[in-house]
């Protein structure tokens, strides 16, 4: 994906198996300074560093714009080593928000049910976003993200309400590493609930951060997840 471009109501079913490759998607290897909107990913993904079930790696390289990634998600599976998430492996300065992943994920260190890292030099933000998929990892291992560090004095990470599965990542904690370096990171209104609280109509209440009036919509199977509006038409 270059830059400045967007990608807008696309999906992708495939499995991708690239186990010696960098920044592999489901449906979007790189994604720079460029928007991916109301699209998804459900194949199985295979890859090495900066592995996501929908992007491989979402990132700014300097300040010529911004890479977005919204109202999107994935449900496959994902395995790899080093950065590897539900729905983006690396997040590098880059903005995501109501989104959410349900697919396992495994790797070998900075492994997030949703992001296997997010930071960098700028400014890295994850909101409003869910996952519920089994995390195993050997270090650097989140129900939400796997790592959220900060680079310099004026970078910030952040994630923000947004809510994990305690019971299917099989993590009891949001965020696997916390480094700030000279930065700064910001974690709030984030949670983890068991599983029923994020089936059926308890995420009206349990999940109050996301907007069900107009973003999200919840489940009519009293055993499902919360979904995009614009999934339901």
Do not use: C
């Not at 790696?57 to 080093?82: E, L, Q, W």
């Not at 900075?110 to 519920?132: C, E, F």
């Not at 310099?152 to 916390?178: A, C, H, M, P």
């Amino acid at each position: 994906q270059g830059e400045g471009g967007s990608v807008k109501s696309s999906f992708s079913t495939g499995d991708v198996t690239a186990p010696s490759a960098g920044r592999v998607g489901g449906l979007i290897g790189y994604n720079r300074h460029s928007k991916v909107v109301n699209s998804s990913a459900s194949g199985s993904i295979t890859g090495n560093v900066s592995v996501g079930g929908l992007i491989g790696t979402n990132s700014i390289t300097d300040d010529r714009g911004s890479s977005t990634v919204k109202r999107s998600y994935a449900t496959g599976d994902v395995d790899g080593t080093i950065g590897v998430g539900g729905l983006i492996g690396g997040n590098r300065d880059g903005t995501v928000t109501n989104s959410y992943s349900t697919g396992d994920v495994e790797g070998d260190t900075h492994v997030g049910a949703l992001v296997g890292g997010s930071g960098g030099y700028g400014i890295s933000t994850i909101k409003n976003s869910y996952a519920t998929g089994e995390v195993i990892g050997d270090s650097k291992v989140g129900g939400i993200v796997g790592e959220l560090n900060a680079q310099t004095y004026n970078d910030e990470s952040i994630l923000r309400n947004s809510y994990w599965n305690k019971d299917t990542t099989g993590q009891s904690d949001g965020v696997g590493n916390r480094l700030p370096r000279e930065g700064e990171i910001t974690v709030e209104g984030v949670e983890g609930l068991i599983t029923t609280e994020m089936q059926g109509e308890s995420p009206a209440s349990t999940m109050s951060a996301l907007d069900f009036a107009e973003t999200w919509t919840l489940a009519i199977n009293p055993d499902g997840y919360p979904v995009l509006a614009w999934q339901t038409g």
